[in-house]
């Protein structure tokens, strides 16, 4: 082995050709296919050298095994804050049918995130496993905004389509305005060399996009629909109910 070998061999065998170090570089980090060809390792080290041990160590395998847990981590932390989220917003407005109403623009943003990463083939890994917790907790303060202030419109109206026409016209100017500046605040991202953070970047953009949609076009919807709003408000009044 020495011979055939020659002197590079000594970099790959310790001293007593007790233990052999393979090492193999990569030109594009998935964490998918790494933790797929990992396995795939074991396995055959497993298959050719039976008395052996057979470890991956390096920069690469130690990311991919730390991204896949806080991946994992984070899909079971988004779960559980949407739980949390429901349960205090029925808490909060005093209803089980605002609750639910107001997880819908919470919701949206997650869909429309993942949506765009599957037609664009952007990876789920530790930087946008994070986004979508984060891109909720900013969705629940808008959506909080528009239902409370709609709330406050219909018990002074009675009426759920001038109760979210004075809403927008109140709050409707600063969610956009917030909305923008949250996602020009993220834009930095863009300009980052790494294409983790440009997704980043793009993904919380989309995020904050959505969730301010869904705020304007499906909460209205579902507030003026389902009318969760104590009914002992409803009343009569001249005033004109078209809808701007």
């Known amino acids: 082995m020495k011979m055939q070998g020659g002197d590079e061999l000594d970099k790959w065998v310790d001293y007593n050709y007790k233990k052999l170090r393979i090492r193999v570089e990569i030109s594009k980090f998935r964490q998918k296919e790494l933790l ?20 991956i160590s390096g920069s690469g395998a130690k990311y991919t095994d730390m991204s ?43 869909l429309a995130v993942g ?6 083939s952007i990876p789920f890994d530790m930087i946008t496993a994070t986004l979508m917790p984060m891109i909720m907790g900013l969705a629940v303060d808008d959506t909080i905004h528009f239902i409370n202030h709609a709330k406050y419109e219909y018990q002074q109206r009675g009426d759920y389509v001038l109760s979210i026409e004075h809403t927008f016209r109140v709050v409707g100017k600063s969610l956009f305005m917030t909305s923008l500046v949250l996602i020009f605040n993220f834009a930095a991202y863009l300009s980052s060399i790494a294409k983790l953070y440009i997704h980043f970047g793009v993904l ?25 709003f104590d009914k002992k408000y409803e009343k009569i009044i001249d005033e004109s109910k078209d809808f701007l």
Not at 38 to 53: N, V, Y
Not at 115 to 120: D, E, H, T, W
Not at 210 to 222: E, G, M, N, Q, S
């Open 115 to 120: 949506g765009v990463m599957g037609i664009f």
């Open 204 to 228: 919380a953009g989309v995020g904050i996009l959505a969730a301010l949609l869904a705020d304007y076009f499906v909460t209205p919807v579902c507030l003026n629909m389902i009318k969760p």
């Open 36 to 55: 797929a060809e990992h396995q795939r390792i074991e396995e055959l080290g497993k298959e050719l050298f039976p008395e052996a041990k057979v470890f």
């Open 68 to 110: 896949y847990k806080v991946s994992i981590g984070q899909v079971k932390a988004f779960l559980i804050a949407l739980i949390v989220i429901a349960f205090l917003m029925m808490l909060v407005f005093g209803s089980v049918k605002v609750g639910l109403i107001g997880l819908i623009p919470n919701i949206s943003p997650v």
